[in-house]
């Protein structure tokens, strides 16, 4: 069964403002896809999307679809697109600093119907992260930036999901932090998961990616293969602090896709 993402030529506004423009983006089932961009690129406007809660921020969907497999899911609810298999890891982390450790997982399995199983899973995220298993009754908010960003990602694989989003997994996080949780991702992503990693790291992003994409001021202006994206002068001028002009790097970028 396919399980891939497809968005195939996304505007959203909110009110007059346009946030996206003629976005297409494909994870294929299985894959990791990163898309990358600086704040205001429109990364948080596609998460909203795709997630189902766009409307929370009075956006709206202007043209365009999203499909998850065989299922349109544009203009779903987000309880329909988590059922779906689609769970996010989102910006920020947006734990209850106030629930345990286990209590916060269990919240990400409030969708599932095979309560049974419910249990199992929990035993797989503590093994995924065996440095949480010894916290899980400690209260969320006492824990570390990045033990909870484990528990962020666990809440979401409760979900039991086909396709992973992860909302700036690495802000404010410490570079060895980080370089852990990307590994993890890989282990996930191997086991079947496809990944979505929606990024303004980029070094980290095109390192662990398979495919990616730059979104700039609500466009996509490049894609390729994250390999051959990471060798781009002006990708690593833009994203990567590679000593040139940021600006003309852009310019350049928009003159190759002859926008």
Known sequence: MSNSLKIDGLSVSYGPIPALRNISIEVPTGGFVSVLGSNGAG????????TGVLYLQKGKCTSGSIKFGDQEITRQNSRTIVRSGVAQVPEGRMLFPHLTVEENLRCGAASRRDASGINET??????LFPQLAPLRQRQAGLLSGGEQQMVAVGRALMAKPSLLICDELSLGLAPLIVRDLFLLLDRINKEGVAVLAIEQNARIALQHSQYAYALEVGEVVLEGPSAELRENQEVQDLYMGGGGDSREAYASIRREVGR
């Open 43 to 50: 990364k948080t406007t596609l998460v909203r999307t795709i």
């Open 122 to 127: 929990i035993s797989e995220v503590f093994d």
